[in-house]
Nanobody, 130 residues
Framework: QVQLVESGGGLVQAGGSLRVSCAAS????????MAWFRQAPGKEREFVAA????????YYRDSVKGRFTISRDNAKNTVYLQMNSLKPEDTAVYYC???????????????????????WGQGTQVTVSS
């Protein structure tokens, strides 16, 4: 069982930066592939970024490539999402998610499916004003 708690959301002007964090409970954090998803009002939850259990592989949706960076610190049981050059369309509730069943090879082609993930945080609001 893993519990995930997000923090670091807030209100920022367009062009600004935010870093959201996700702290995980449990001793096996380094075994979990981790991801960030987001959901804007009236829209479906969408994939944002993912990182493999070792941190050796990262994946991004096209619209955030070059602006967002996902990272993890397995010693601190924490995954981060650094968001730069924020745009109003990045406004959403951001959720972190964890899964442990996929091998590194399989995860390369499955990371963006929300149904893949076993554990979810409660979300943190990110609002970007224009």
């Amino acid at each position: 069982q893993v519990q995930l708690v997000e923090s670091g959301g807030g209100l920022v002007q367009a062009g600004g930066s935010l870093r959201v964090s996700c702290a995980a409970s449990g001793r096996t954090f380094s075994s979990y592939n981790m991801a960030w998803f987001r959901q804007a009002p009236g829209k479906e939850r969408e994939f944002v970024a993912a990182i493999s259990s070792s941190g050796g592989s990262t994946y991004y949706r096209d619209s955030v490539k070059g602006r967002f960076t996902i990272s993890r610190d397995n010693a601190k049981n924490t995954v981060y999402l650094q968001m730069n050059s924020l745009k109003p369309e990045d406004t959403a509730v951001y959720y972190c998610a964890a899964e442990y069943k996929q091998s590194t090879i399989n995860y390369r082609t499955t990371y963006y499916y929300p149904t893949l993930y076993d554990y979810w945080g409660q979300g943190t609001q990110v609002t970007v004003s224009s």
